[in-house]
């Protein structure tokens, strides 16, 4: 490093248990509640959950995940793994049912990404900044929805996100004594990458944190690389000798042991197609505006990243503003951001969950514009920081009013009808929530902007905790599916089965049993009038949108109606309606359901 450099970071390394402490209550008090009336839900969750649940029970290998009754490799084992484990260690617990405790491993792997993140805001610039980035981060919607979905997603964030605090552990202990190898740091940078890897696959790491990482240590390379010997010293001191095969050790583990017991055309086909064929968007089925560039992203970004997508404004015009001599951590949190939404906006997939390893990062930015714009003297963008505040709080003060007088007389219409003690917790969390606006905007007025600004958080919190509460569980009362599989089950007997739409992967989660001749059918008369006998399940909203399918659905012999979203039809194959009917364009289309 020369003379003059600034070091990577001003801030002390020394971590605050409080911040520490406070983050961990936030975020498991209000992401982890009610965990436990959260459903096994389409299109994926199934396709992890049956898998993980013959693990644990002993009726599969733990080698290759078996889905009704056939292979699924087209994911990396992690995800099948840690909800075994999970489902398995909630049984010896006594857990009657096993999807409660595989839903804790998406929520330990958010909470991960939110310590981390705030390690990451912490060493990068300052304490203040890590504690923003992790408020900000869990009460992020669409970051909090996820973190509650078994899916591989959260995994693959959590890891990414702890390898990204862990490199820049790193590089800050090698610019300090470049002659010392900061062991403890670099051990959880490759084992954070391997097990990311683990989780998703190889691209996606090199995307979101290989790729990045290296251009940034390009850029500033001067800064770290000693004047002779640099070869070796980037071999040695950065334990690329023993960390790179550790990280692939990690990562293709479990490729390898495909590999060796006679799979080798299903791993050829996972790195052809779910890696290289994904990014070329030849897997999905890209409707509309998906395969163009960035396109898909500029429209679903501001919308899941709620509330903060508002201050997207204000912080590229404020970092556009101090781009003139960019400091060390500013460069690294660009390489981060803008080189993966970049290559990703270029890929033919696109899909809103791709991009969740970015929402820390975003997080991280938005906090570090908070609390420059606060603590420095830039009255423009700090009037506009201000009054963002106050609407936010007052949006939200008003939204919980209207939701405590809405609730208990039903009149918002699809707001599902809450029980008495959902009623007094949403009014509870509304008095909170007009007192936090109240105090809020007091401070932020008399200008203690930063009290003012974590009360803004706090009632941003308490938002997620209510829907957690109150409404989630109540919708889930509404939709409630077990009740309807059951019968499923019991009238279908050992008849085949057909499903219509895109529900089939749920219900073999709840038939709790393969169902070797399950079909998901492009048309009705592929599955149905060729299958004498079979149990067809249509979906009640394909059925309104389909004319002719419900005319001829109407001429069967029905049972009655199963709930809101679907129809329990039996076959009568002695008088089938006339297949002329589902006919060209008429019939109904599988839906896409590819994960």
């Known amino acids: 490093m020369t003379a003059s450099a600034a070091p990577i970071s001003g801030a002390s390394p020394s971590s605050s248990w409080s911040a520490i402490l406070v983050l961990s209550a936030a975020y498991l008090l209000s992401t ?20 993980a649940r013959l693990m644990a029970r002993g009726e599969s290998g733990w080698l290759v995940p078996m889905f009704n009754g056939a292979k699924r490799t087209v ?66 919607f669409y970051f909090h929805d996820e973190a509650r979905e078994i899916l591989t997603d959260p995994l693959l964030t959590g890891f990414l996100t702890a390898a990204w605090c862990c490199f820049v552990i790193g590089i800050q202990r090698l610019e300090r004594d470049k002659t010392r190898t900061p062991f403890a740091a670099l051990l959880g940078f490759y084992a954070s990458l391997g097990l990311a ?11 979101f944190a290989v790729l990045p990482m290296t251009v940034y240590l390009v850029w500033e390379r001067r800064r770290y690389l000693p004047e002779s010997g640099r070869v070796v010293w980037l071999v040695h001191r950065t334990g690329l000798w023993w960390g790179l095969p550790l990280a692939l050790a990690l990562g293709f583990c479990w490729h390898a042991m495909l590999w060796t017991s006679g799979y080798e055309d299903d791993v050829k086909r996972f790195f052809l197609e779910q890696n290289l064929q994904r990014a ?11 395969i163009y560039p960035w396109i898909w992203y500029l429209r679903d970004l501001p919308a899941h990243f709620v509330p903060w997508a508002l201050f997207f404004p204000v912080a590229i015009a404020w970092s556009w503003k101090n781009r003139a001599g960019m400091s060390a951590p500013a460069k690294l949190l660009l390489c981060a951001l803008a080189i993966p939404f970049f290559i990703m906006g270029l890929a033919g997939a696109k899909r809103s969950l791709y991009l969740l390893p970015l929402y820390p990062l975003f997080a991280l930015w938005i906090a570090l514009v ?31 009013v209207a939701l405590t007088v809405a609730g208990p007389l039903h009149w918002i219409r699809r707001l599902p009808p809450l029980s008495a003690g959902e009623t007094v917790i949403v009014a509870v969390l509304a008095a909170v929530m007009v007192a936090g606006a109240v105090l809020a905007i007091r401070d932020l007025r008399r200008g ?25 569980q109540a919708e889930y009362r509404e939709d409630d599916r077990f009740a309807f599989y059951a019968e499923v ?17 749920e219900a073999v989660w709840y038939l709790d049993r393969n169902v070797p001749n399950l079909r998901q059918t492009a048309r009705l008369k592929d599955g149905f009038f060729e299958i004498p006998g079979c149990v067809l399940i249509i979906r009640e909203p394909e059925l309104e949108a389909a004319p002719l399918l419900k005319k001829a659905v109407l001429e069967l012999k029905r049972l009655e109606l199963k709930g809101d979203y679907f129809r329990l039809v039996q076959a009568d194959p002695e008088h089938p309606p006339d297949p002329q009917l589902f006919s060209g364009a008429s019939g109904a289309e599988e839906e896409d359901t590819t994960d």
């Open 370 to 400: 908070w609390e420059r714009v606060l603590s420095e003297s830039l009255s423009g963008f700090r009037a506009v920081w201000k009054g963002l505040l106050i609407a936010i709080a007052v949006v939200a003060a008003l939204a919980a």
């Open 448 to 472: 203690e902007d930063l009290r003012g600004s974590l009360q803004v958080l706090a009632m941003l919190a308490v938002v997620w905790l209510g829907y957690e509460a109150a409404i989630r």
């Open 489 to 505: 089950q019991h009238v279908a007997g050992n008849r085949p089965l057909a499903w219509l739409g895109g529900r089939s992967s």
């Open 280 to 290: 070329a968007g030849q897997l999905d089925k890209n409707k509309d505006l998906r």
């Open 32 to 51: 982890g509640w009610n965990l436990w009336v959260q459903q096994i839900e389409n299109p994926d969750e199934p396709r992890y959950t049956a898998p």
């Open 75 to 140: 994911k990396p084992i992690l995800i099948y793994w840690s909800l075994a484990a999970a489902g398995k260690a909630g049984e010896a617990l006594g857990c009657s049912k096993m999807d409660t405790p595989m839903r804790v491993v998406p929520l330990l792997a958010g909470w991960l990404a939110v310590l981390a993140i705030y390690g990451l805001g912490m060493r990068l610039f300052n304490a203040r900044v890590g504690l923003l980035s992790g408020l900000i981060l869990l009460t992020t």
């Open 197 to 207: 890897c683990l989780s998703k696959g190889p691209a996606l790491v090199a995307v």
